[in-house]
């Protein structure tokens, strides 16, 4: 099929409720993406939202399952740090593991037993099996996972009991807690997906669920194999209809994410409102184009792309390379090369580089501000 043929093929029904015909988001179509695991990808995506189910959402479709299966069959989390868990930074610019972060966050709000039994859908290397076990030493741990290759460290964890790599629905036993760490946006039809994990669960268990949060993370929408892309209050509807109540839906707890803890009550709301998230989505992809727009008039031989993960892979992506070198704040990543360019410290710059930050102002600023004794000059995208 050729490019043109394939962007005037009609939307595909919605792949969460079936809705004939989804609103078409346009913007997406012609740009260049990057992957779940930060590498740059050269196929093309459109966007619809479901008036129905109220989900923004990729076509799922022969090329969608083929694009993934190259994708996760050579998977790499965390290539630029050499596996290591990709941090969040406070102010001072201290960084924690993410996935510390998020149970740290959680655990202050809501009190969690001292035991039960957790499986952690989609584990991948086992990085909040281990901040779990770390923080609950009393629960026995699961790992679900598509991929296989990482099973042997995941069981060598501090309380884990299995690994699994089959579907869900051939997981056995019961748990008392489902987590979903960058699981959900994954997978196509959410709402199939979470009634099959209730499935598996104690009345009463917990579901915890982190997804990007596009309005405040537009690149989530750059990523070719994220096929669901969730409000607030879609994540809580599509909770709702596979029969859980929010005990806490949060935006923020971890930057740009939303968070949602739910117990099962096996009490599915179908009438759940939904949200119109059809502008937000439209404005996010509208600031991508202005940030490329804006990223495109600093000569490549002075560019240097703030970050090395989905945000700066897809800048470099987008810019075909033309870019002078990569500037990162996690020091596991520095004096290492990527994609061929190499990546330095904030303290390495020079006057007459210029860093371009494809990250929302407001967020932008804090950064910046951590790098204010530097020589070089740096350059922000619009506003959000
Ligand atoms: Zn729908």
Not at 184 to 205: C, D, I, N, Q, S
Not at 212 to 228: K, Q, V
Request: hydrophobic share 40%; charged share 20%.
């Amino acid at each position: 099929m050729s490019d043109d043929a394939r962007y005037s093929t009609p939307p595909a029904p919605c792949h969460n409720c079936d809705f004939a015909a989804p609103e078409s988001i346009p913007g997406l179509e012609d740009m260049s993406l990057v992957t779940s695991d930060c590498r740059p990808w050269n196929g093309r995506r459109s966007l619809t939202w479901c008036p129905c189910c109220g989900l923004v959402q990729k076509r799922v479709d022969q090329d969608f399952h083929d694009d993934c299966c190259r994708i996760y069959g050579s998977y790499t989390v965390y290539h630029q740090s050499g596996g290591q868990e990709q941090k969040t930074f406070s102010t001072d610019g201290a960084g924690m593991a993410r996935s510390e972060h998020l149970l740290r966050g959680l655990l202050d709000r809501t009190p969690l037993a001292d035991s039960g039994r957790l499986l952690d859908v989609g584990c991948g290397n086992g990085v909040l099996l281990k901040s779990f076990g770390a923080l609950k030493p009393g629960w026995r741990l699961c790992g679900l996972d598509l991929d296989d290759r990482s099973r042997n460290v995941v069981k060598a964890l501090p309380g884990v009991e299995d690994f699994y790599s089959c579907d869900l629905t051939q997981v056995p036993g019961q748990f008392d807690m489902v987590s979903m760490m960058h699981c959900l946006e994954h997978v196509p039809a959410p709402v199939e997906f979470l009634r099959k994990t209730a499935a598996l669960m104690a009345p009463g268990g917990l579901l915890l669920i982190e997804v990007p949060d596009f309005s405040t993370n537009p690149f989530d929408l750059a990523i070719a194999d994220h096929c669901s892309h969730f409000a607030p209050e879609t994540l809580e509807a599509s909770a709702r209809r596979a029969g859980f109540e929010p005990v806490l839906l949060e935006r923020g707890l971890v930057s740009k994410e939303l968070t949602l803890l739910a117990r099962l009550t096996g009490e599915t709301d179908e009438a759940y409102r939904i949200a119109d998230s059809r502008e937000v989505a439209a404005r996010a992809i509208n600031w991508m184009r202005s940030t490329l727009a804006a990223a495109r008039e600093i000569p490549a031989a002075e560019l240097g792309i703030f970050g090395t993960s989905i945000a700066g892979v897809w800048l470099f992506n987008c810019l075909e390379g033309k870019a002078a070198f990569f500037v990162d704040e996690d020091l596991s990543r520095v004096g290492h090369t990527l994609f061929g360019l190499p990546v330095v410290s904030s303290s390495d710059l020079r006057a007459g580089q210029t860093v371009f930050l494809s990250i929302p102002p407001q967020i932008a600023k804090t950064i910046i501000g951590r790098m204010a004794q530097s020589p070089a000059r740096f350059a922000l995208p619009p506003d959000l």
